[in-house]
C-alpha cells in the first residue's frame, strides 16, 4: 500500500529529528576532540558486559566497521589516552581494550550531556514510535 502524503510527512519530520540528535552527537564529541565514531567507541568499550573487556573484532562487529579500521580508531584513542590494549585472559592471542581513568571521565561528561538531550527530545522520539508502531489503516494523529 502506497504511502500518503501525511505519511511521508511524518517520515520526513522523524528523519530531521534524528539528524539534529546525530549533530548535537557530533557537535558535543567535537567540543571533548573527539569523533562521533571515537565517541560510539567509547560507548561500545564502556557498555561491553563480561568477564573479559571488549576485543577489536567485537568493537569492529559493534560498529560495522572492518577489523583494521577498529584498530585505527583504538590506536587513536590510545594515542589520546582514552582507552588501554591488554591481553584477554581466556585466549592471550586476542586483545582486549578498556577505558583509561581519563577515558572514563571524557565519556562520562559526554554520556551525560548525551543523556540530558535525549531526555529532552524524549517524548517526541515516543510520539514518533507510537505512531510508526500502529497497526496500518488505523487512524493515528500524527506526531
Known amino acids: 500500500m ?4 501525511a ?4 517520515l520526513a519530520a522523524f528523519r530531521y529529528m ?12 567535537a567540543d571533548m576532540g573527539l569523533t562521533p565514531q571515537q565517541y560510539q567507541a567509547l560507548l561500545a568499550v564502556r557498555a ?9 573484532t567485537q568493537l569492529a562487529a559493534h560498529m560495522l566497521v572492518r577489523h583494521h579500521s577498529a584498530v585505527g ?26 577505558l583509561t581513568a581519563r577515558g572514563q571521565r571524557v565519556f562520562d561528561r559526554l554520556a ?6 535525549l531526555r529532552r527530545i524524549g517524548p517526541d522520539f515516543t510520539r514518533f514510535m507510537e505512531y510508526f ?4 489503516g488505523s487512524r493515528a494523529r500524527a506526531p
Open 18 to 29: 534524528l539528524r539534529q540528535f546525530l549533530s548535537f552527537s557530533e557537535k558535543a564529541a
Open 112 to 117: 551525560s550531556v548525551h543523556r540530558r538531550e
Open 133 to 136: 508502531a500502529r497497526t496500518p
Open 73 to 98: 580508531m583504538v590506536d587513536r584513542l590510545e594515542e589520546q589516552r582514552l582507552v588501554r590494549r591488554e591481553s584477554v585472559a581466556a585466549d592471550r592471542r586476542k586483545v582486549g581494550i578498556r
Open 48 to 56: 561491553h558486559r563480561g568477564p573479559d573487556p571488549i576485543t577489536i
Open 7 to 10: 505519511e511521508y510527512d511524518v
Open 2 to 5: 502506497p504511502l500518503s502524503a
